[in-house]
């Protein structure tokens, strides 16, 4: 069964009710269309014309653009080229005094209590639209948390070949 796009547009909203998802949606085997309706739907809300390749998450892309596969925020900013890191890019607030973190971490249930943890947001620097939240301990690496491969994605999972630019 196909899922219908405005089924897709509610999924990616975080809209569609839970009767709707667990009747229509999640019984069937995934509709092999679905991905190619998500890009469709997110390319039509965005105002630039570079292809989404994979979205990273409900802000952020990685695209094929004139130069490259590039990581691209919503509001057009490009942080970096694809394979590099774009958290460091980001304009990021660090909050570790315990105030500020105990909402995560409660007096007597952090791992050990002399570690002192941060909370990191990562925000675009153009729009400063929130791409990113992590909990971890004080100087802990800025890591990604996954680099799609994005050409295993396209020809094996989906058998085509992996669009380029515009």
Not at 28 to 36: C, Q, S, V
Not at 99 to 109: D, I, R, S
Not at 111 to 117: E, H, K
Not at 141 to 149: G, V
Request: net charge negative; glycine share 4%; charged share 35%.
């Amino acid at each position: 069964m196909s899922t219908d796009k405005s089924q897709i547009e509610k999924l990616i909203d975080g809209t569609l009710p839970w009767p709707e998802l667990r009747d229509d949606v999640l019984p069937d085997p995934k509709d092999p269309e679905r991905f190619e309706t998500t890009i469709e739907i997110l390319q039509e809300r965005v105002d630039w014309d570079d292809r989404i390749l994979v979205p990273l998450n409900d802000h952020l892309y990685v695209v094929a653009g004139d130069d490259g596969r590039t990581v691209k925020a919503e509001c057009g900013h490009e942080l970096c080229s694809a394979d590099e890191n774009w958290k460091l890019e980001c304009d990021i607030r660090a909050r570790e005094e315990q105030e500020e973190t105990a909402e995560l971490y409660p007096e007597l249930m952090t791992p050990d209590p002399d570690w002192t943890f941060q909370i990191r947001e990562y925000f675009c620097p153009e729009c400063y639209s929130l791409l990113d939240v992590e909990a971890v301990p004080a100087g802990y690496p800025i890591l990604q948390k996954f680099e799609p491969d994005i050409d295993t994605f396209y020809e094996e999972w989906l058998d085509q070949p992996v669009p380029d630019g515009q």
